[in-house]
């Protein structure tokens, strides 16, 4: 009987000893970048409730864990999943549901695409958006005549690529109440021998945006959806869309929280005064999928727009300064409020008049405060003196596409001595200590791939300049993927729990067609998110 007993004994204490944990998911013979603090390297993972619970080798997991699903990821690399630090989520699905003017090279392609569409999708009011002066042979802005023989009832929006100009018909002047005499500070109502062009450049765009009609809720959501699905084909998990209301933000939080939406969100509030007065009394949001504790502010416009803030004129257009968006005294105000709160104040600041303004808004409200964060979206002009700025915890969010979209012509907007100080991704770091990284999309194109690209190789896709554009300001691939990923989430404070794969943190990842770190340069672009996790759960 004692012989029995001993014998069931030891079988249970064996048992007990060999069991082992249940997981939802293993995958395995895998090349994991896990961007960790030592950027190590591990071969397999382990997948529980959503998060990481095992990141080792293979031999290691498979003593410890079985799992309802495996898979073999064949050799191929595996990242976090990749954030975009800077876009505009939502504006990207409304750009799927009108006229896609990205990449036309002449204003004759622009009306028949306007024609074409109206034809297809008759409406009350036309709107488009991605045009770009600069990528014509004639690199003028255009003027509505046309526009106006083609729809002489029927008002006309078309959006420049980088949001801060529209072009306009007659009709939709009339409707804004837009006339040869009205002023508008911050932006430009272009005229050309003392006649309106139908080119407004930023404020007065919202002259129009007032009579815009507001898309219905179902419109809403399908340009959700509709963006949504771009972004996981990309391999991005997370966004940060610079500017929401609280509307939109709202119906995100319920598609999320319905499970009609996977992609995590990082809102910045846009800057209004229903908006502050809501969510700074409100305090930060925070679900597994969306976070709302930033507001975004417009410094100034854009370069290819010539909006941008500068010290001394465009290089190009003699007189002519650019425009600040918010004004100084605004901008030092919101500052002071918004550092009352545990919200973030992201600015937009393009030329190196808004940064300095900016940064030293920042400096002076941020005055013995810790670990706030902020952000200087673009930080695109520095001058050689206010880099220091950044050294004092401020954090720049930069897109390395727009280096390479706007390479071409940025030295005549700024001249020899001032594009030096110009996309210096670099010399941000070195100061910052870390860069977030996104695209501005719709303003570039949402691949992450791209930005990647742009990044270590400062060229267009057919490798110009030889050389590279002022390589020096270049990324290491190891910064430009930290700052795709585990710096961004530190831009939101979400380095606890994304960013990187580790013990704990969401099972966001993606699995890659090629090895991005290793792969030759020039096929980095044409890499692909073969299949994108998010929370465990395969999402492509």
Known sequence: MKKIFLCISVVLVFASCTSKEEVDLVIYNANIYTVDADFSMASAVAVKNGKFVA?????????????????????????PGLIDAHCHFYGLGLNQQVVDLVGTESFE????????????RPSNFVLGRGWDQND?????????????????????????????????????????GITNDTSVEGGEIVKKDGKITGVLVDRPMGMVDAVIPKPSKETQIQALKDAEEICLDYGLTTVNDAGLGRATIELIDSLQQAGDMSIRLYAMVSNSNDNLDHFLNKGVI???????????????????????????????????????????NEI?????????????????????????????????????????????????????????????????????????????????????????????????????????????????????????????????????????????????REETLKGMTIWAAYSNFEEDEKGSIEVGKFADFVILSDDIMTVPVDNIPNLQAEQVFVSGNQVK
């Open 109 to 120: 392609e622009i009306l028949d695409k306007v024609v074409a569409f109206h034809k297809e």
């Open 55 to 79: 990141v080792e080798d293979e031999a290691a997991i498979r003593e410890k864990f079985e799992a309802k699903r495996e898979i073999d990821a064949g050799g191929k690399t595996i990242v």
């Open 332 to 476: 030092e105000a919101l500052a002071e409020r918004i550092a009352q709160s545990d919200y973030q104040m992201n600015t937009h600041a393009i030329g190196d008049s808004a940064n300095i303004v900016v940064l030293r808004a920042y400096k002076k409200a941020l005055e013995g405060k810790e670990d706030r964060r902020w952000k200087v979206e673009h930080a695109q002009v520095i001058s050689e003196a206010d880099f220091d700025y950044f050294e004092h915890g401020i954090i720049p969010s930069i897109q390395p596409t727009h280096a390479t979209s706007d390479m071409y012509w940025a030295e005549d907007r700024l001249g020899h001595e001032r594009v030096k100080g110009a996309y210096a991704y670099k010399k941000l770091l070195n100061k910052a200590g870390i860069v977030a990284l996104g695209t501005d999309f719709p303003v570039e194109r949402v691949s992450p791939f791209l930005t990647f690209y742009a990044s270590v190789a400062r060229q267009d896709l057919e490798k110009y300049p030889e050389g590279g554009f002022q390589m020096e300001d270049a990324l290491s």
């Open 136 to 176: 014509w042979e004639v690199k003028e802005f255009p003027t509505k005549q046309k526009l106006d023989e083609l729809f002489p009832d029927t008002p006309v929006a078309l959006e420049r690529v980088d949001g801060h100009a529209y072009l306009v018909n007659q009709k939709a002047l009339d409707m804004a």
């Open 286 to 328: 925070k679900t597994d999928k969306l976070h709302v504790r930033s507001v975004k502010v417009y410094g100034d416009g854009a370069l290819g727009s010539r909006g941008a803030a500068l010290k001394a004129p465009y290089s190009d257009h003699d007189g002519h300064f650019g425009a600040m968006v918010t004004p100084v």
